[in-house]
């Protein structure tokens, strides 16, 4: 629990959301966005990869790490993770790991 008066530097969050942008969120379905000082975690609809939540982690190289998760009955199963992500690869990799078109 975060000490009263402190405030979590949601900066990377931020910048990871506007990165991924509104539209492909929105095309995920994706809710209950959670952030915290480097990264941002997703849940997302149903897709075929069995995956409903994705969590992208800012690493020391200035790169990103995407984990993706199955989350049943209070258990988390990762089914897949990338490592070294360059922001312009997102969405390519959510679309691989999902089977989820971000883009009309």
Do not use: C, W
């Not at 979590?8 to 994706?30: D, H, P």
């Not at 966005?33 to 997302?44: C, E, K, Q, W």
């Not at 609809?45 to 409903?52: A, L, T």
């Amino acid at each position: 629990m975060m000490p009263v008066g402190e405030v979590i530097n949601m900066i990377v969050a931020e910048t990871i959301r506007q990165q991924i942008g509104n539209k492909a969120l929105f095309m995920m379905g994706a809710k209950d966005l959670r952030g915290d000082d480097n990264s941002l975690t997703f849940n997302i609809g149903r897709n075929s990869f069995g995956v409903n939540v994705i969590q992208i982690k800012l690493n020391s190289m200035d790169l990103y790490d995407v984990t993706f998760y199955r989350l049943r009955k209070l258990e988390l199963t990762e089914k897949s993770k990338a490592e070294g992500v360059y922001f312009d690869m997102l969405h390519a990799i959510i679309e691989k790991n999902t089977g989820m078109y971000l883009s009309l």
